[in-house]
């Protein structure tokens, strides 16, 4: 079943399996994605307002093909893995207490945002802004801080180390 153009407004989507469906050009105002299986799925050019995904499954989404103009989102304890979250202005959106895992951000601006406590194994931050953004508690990420700004970003220790590992120094 295909969902293309439709529109969804104050909407929750509870323990649906989505996985492999079509939602191109379609519309999500205010609505929450919970226990959901959100799997290989075109988004092409679908608008994302005030939507959050909580405990949700998200496999191979290419985010960067969605609506750019109109995109509010947010993510709590979820799974996200190979997705691309490239090219868009993600200013503020919450990746908290998730796994994302083998993702990318690339020229993105994430001022503000948050990945508290997530475990963000194998994602790739390059040329991304995120500056103000919180990495509190978060594991695993692997952050170039001459490919991206990272001015008064937030960082846990013992992970905030992980920062110097392109320099190539030793800590004692």
């Known amino acids: 079943m295909a969902y293309d153009n439709s529109e969804f407004e104050s909407k929750t989507f509870t323990d649906i399996d989505f996985s492999g469906k079509s939602f191109i050009n379609s519309s999500f105002f205010d609505c929450k994605f919970e226990n959901c299986n959100i799997s290989n799925i075109d988004f092409t050019n679908s608008k994302f307002r005030n939507t959050s995904f909580v405990n949700c499954k998200i496999l191979g989404i290419n ?18 893995s190979t997705s691309i979250f490239s090219n868009l202005n993600l200013k ?81």
Request: with cysteine.
């Open 63 to 80: 985010f960067s093909k969605c609506n750019k103009f109109i995109l509010n989102f947010e993510f709590e304890k979820c799974t996200v």
């Open 92 to 172: 503020s959106t919450k990746f908290i207490h998730s796994q994302i895992t083998d993702c990318d951000f690339e020229n993105n601006n994430l001022t503000y945002s948050s990945f508290e406590g997530t475990d963000l194994r194998n994602t790739l931050f390059n040329n991304a802004n995120l500056s103000f953004a919180s990495f509190k508690d978060a594991t695993n990420y692997s952050i170039n801080p001459n490919q991206n700004n990272i001015k008064k970003a937030k960082f846990s220790l013992p992970e905030a180390m992980s920062l110097l590992e392109v320099f190539d120094v030793e800590i004692l």
